[in-house]
């Protein structure tokens, strides 16, 4: 039964985090910390899944690892946009 409310729990979560990517589009601060939301949801249901089978956790310290990286890579790109532009808005890059 907590295993089902915390699946529940996990992909309200998931949900959630996609509206507020969606919403929060404009800022580049605003979606690399939904990324690393999303991130941390996929981190905890990964750990719920190789716990329910009794599997080997290294593959968590992986994950945790290319999560750094990408987190640091997210960070690097919003300073040198910071100092290029001024801003982290997206409508400076003519993307949108």
């Known amino acids: 039964m907590l295993m089902l409310d915390l699946n529940y729990l996990v992909y309200v979560m998931f949900m959630l985090s996609f509206l507020s990517l969606s919403l929060n589009r ?3 601060l605003m979606v690399l910390l939904t990324i690393e ?3 941390l949801i996929l ?6 899944l190789l716990n329910l089978y009794i599997m080997e956790l290294y593959f968590i310290m992986i994950f945790l ?3 750094v990286c990408e987190g640091v890579l997210g960070l690097s790109i919003l300073i040198f946009m910071i100092r290029l532009h001024g801003n982290d808005y997206f409508q400076v890059l ?3």
């Open 26 to 28: 404009f800022h580049l």
């Open 65 to 67: 690892i290319f999560s």
């Open 94 to 96: 003519n993307i949108f």
């Open 37 to 39: 939301f999303i991130i």
């Open 43 to 48: 981190y905890f249901m990964l750990f719920l």
